[in-house]
């Protein structure tokens, strides 16, 4: 807890006391939890849960960067504040990942197994409970509602994918910063400060790398979905090739092969309307 603290002091004057308080909230209940099957789940679910928030702050504050980007010190602000929940989020995985192992060998290790896994009966009454949970964090885009004016429409799907790409293009550039300075290349660092990373090992610059990686990734999917619907063939091969560089330095090589040759094979089918 000692580490988490002092990790979070770096993030006090970005961060609200409330935000912070959830934080050590949810990583002191993780550090506590016993280490039960029944408590399996709650421990996947901590660990999801710190993961989501700190994604969700990196995000904000990429949104507030992206209004205010004409101030370079924001673009620090935000390396350092994203450098140090990436931190946290590792931090997450190291408590979970061992309790994880633990619980998992002592179920293969007990001579009552079946009484351990099975003894909750999935009913058609508990399978539909669940099906309208989920139903209920899913809403249809108010703005592909038919009685949506098309001109609308157009334009949130243009807005929509180029603001994915603009962070994503952010993300890409943290993500090679990182894989640089994981292989001790500090003299090719542009954006990021050797002063402000130098305390982590190469292990976990090549963690950030990753996870910065799998940002990037996700904003460059989410930005192909647009212009998939929209069929703007040019950024369709080219946000498919970036999707797949995020993948391959991620360690992700078969989804990696996968998007490039979707690529190759949108250039080979529609050859004839293809400019580079």
């Not at 603001?163 to 292989?183: C, G, P, Q, V």
């Not at 797949?244 to 078969?254: G, H, M, P, Q």
């Amino acid at each position: 807890m000692e580490t988490i603290e002092e990790n979070l002091k770096e993030l006090q004057s970005m961060l609200s006391d409330e935000n912070i308080k959830n934080i050590v909230k949810g990583f002191k209940e993780l550090v506590e939890i016993p280490k039960t099957f029944e408590n399996y789940q709650k421990i996947v679910n901590y660990d999801t849960k710190l993961r989501q928030v700190a994604d969700c702050l990196i995000n904000e504050r990429l949104i507030i960067n992206s209004r205010e980007s004409k101030n370079p010190d924001n673009n620090n602000d935000i390396r350092k504040f994203s450098t140090s929940l990436i931190y946290l989020k590792l931090l997450a995985n190291k408590i979970t990942y061992p309790k994880r192992i633990d619980i998992i060998q002592d179920v293969m290790n007990s001579p009552c197994k079946e009484e351990i896994l099975f003894n909750y009966a999935l009913s058609e009454d508990e399978i539909n409970k669940r099906y309208r949970k989920l139903a209920l964090n899913f809403h249809p885009d108010k703005t592909n509602r038919p009685n949506t004016p098309y001109s609308l429409q157009g334009d949130h799907k243009n807005l929509g994918w180029m603001f994915h790409k603009r962070n994503a293009d952010e993300l890409w550039k943290i993500t090679i910063e990182y894989r640089n300075a994981a292989k001790g290349q500090w003299d090719k660092l542009k954006i990021l400060n050797k002063d402000d990373i130098s305390r982590f090992s190469s292990e976990e610059l090549e963690f950030n790398s990753v996870s910065y990686g799998l940002q990037a990734y996700k904003e460059y999917r989410a930005a192909c979905k647009i212009v998939d619907i929209a069929k703007q063939l040019k950024e369709q091969v080219r946000l498919r090739g970036n999707i797949a560089l995020c993948l391959y330095v991620s360690n992700r090589l078969l989804e990696a092969q996968l998007y490039a040759l979707s690529a190759i094979k949108l250039i080979s089918k529609f050859s004839r309307y293809y400019v580079p």
